[in-house]
């Protein structure tokens, strides 16, 4: 069970962005996709629910080619895969555990009590059930991501696309959503993309990477694949921090 890019070009009119992504993330495993700003990251990751439609080249989930797939025949497969925009879209007027509950509601008809109850659970395994009766506005942007992980997980997914997740968070907290992304994977055998320029998240829980250049996957490969290349273009991305390669925090 995956979800498999095969050779997906994008053009906006006159404009090309993607130039040939082939990449592949399985169940239970987790993908980061690399490259610098603009490079089409997320223009990437929207074709797979479908919010954008690829100019040539597939795009399976689970087996299925998304190719002309009309609004409602989506629909299953926006279920299957939930995404994590980089900025949370919490509802600023519903409470903390009114988020969760939301989707239970609305998509798995759970009455009021069992929805309260699943959306408890949730924000216990996100670590946000201490703080279910305030509202969005209330708590950080840290803790806000985790409150949007869980509405995330309300719909059971088999995958999660994760469009920054730590970009603007302090490192603690950081840390704190790499752990749960990873518990992810590896608890619940949720299939993980993660947009990211985050060598610490990177280094700290990526099973793949694959680095977007020139509107298409320059390289797909394992952490110690990237850490080992001589390649020029591998080598300044992973240098792009203070964190060298070879100091690699520990997880
Ligand atoms: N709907 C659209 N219509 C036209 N051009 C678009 C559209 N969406 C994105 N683009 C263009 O596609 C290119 C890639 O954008 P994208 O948002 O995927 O970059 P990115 O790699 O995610 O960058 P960042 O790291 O800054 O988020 C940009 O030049 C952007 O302007
Ligand atoms: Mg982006």
């Known amino acids: 069970m995956a979800i498999s890019?095969?050779?997906?070009?994008?053009?906006?009119?006159?404009?090309?962005?993607?130039?040939?992504i082939t990449m592949s993330v399985e169940r239970g495993e987790v993908l980061f996709v690399v490259g610098t700003s603009g490079v089409g990251k997320s223009v990437t990751i929207k074709h797979i629910i479908g919010l954008l439609t690829p100019t040539s080249g597939?795009?399976?989930v689970d087996g299925q080619n998304v190719e002309g797939l009309s609004e409602k025949q989506f629909l299953p497969i926006?279920?299957?895969?939930?995404?994590?925009f980089?900025?949370?879209s919490l509802f600023d007027s519903l409470t903390v555990l009114q988020n969760v509950q939301l989707p239970l509601k609305?998509?798995?008809?759970?009455?009021d009590k069992k929805a309260g109850e699943v959306a408890m659970k949730l924000l216990?395994?996100?670590?946000?059930?201490?703080?279910?009766?305030?509202?969005?506005a209330d708590i950080g942007d840290g803790m806000r991501k985790r409150v949007a992980i869980a509405r995330a997980l309300a719909l059971d997914p088999s995958y999660i696309?994760?469009?920054?997740?730590?970009?603007?968070?302090d490192p603690v907290s950081a840390r704190r959503v790499d752990r749960l992304i990873l518990s992810l994977a590896r608890d619940r055998n949720v299939g993980c993309i993660v947009v990211s320029h985050d060598l610490q998240a990177i280094f700290g829980i990526a099973d793949k990477i694959a680095m977007v250049y020139q509107g298409?996957?320059?390289?797909?490969?394992?952490?110690?694949?990237?850490?080992?290349?001589?390649?020029?273009?591998?080598?300044?991305?992973?240098s792009g921090s203070s964190h060298g390669p070879m100091e690699t925090p520990g997880f």
């Open 58 to 60: 597939e795009i399976i």
């Open 86 to 88: 980089q900025a949370s």
């Open 216 to 238: 298409r996957i320059y390289r797909e490969g394992t952490m110690e694949e990237f850490r080992n290349s001589s390649d020029p273009v591998l080598r300044q991305f992973l």
């Open 106 to 111: 609305k998509h798995k008809g759970l009455n």
């Open 124 to 136: 216990r395994e996100v670590g946000m059930d201490a703080h279910a009766n305030t509202f969005p």
């Open 161 to 169: 696309l994760f469009d920054e997740p730590t970009t603007g968070l």
């Open 5 to 20: 890019f095969i050779d997906v070009h994008k053009q906006f009119g006159e404009k090309t962005v993607l130039t040939g």
């Open 78 to 84: 926006r279920r299957m895969v939930a995404m994590v």
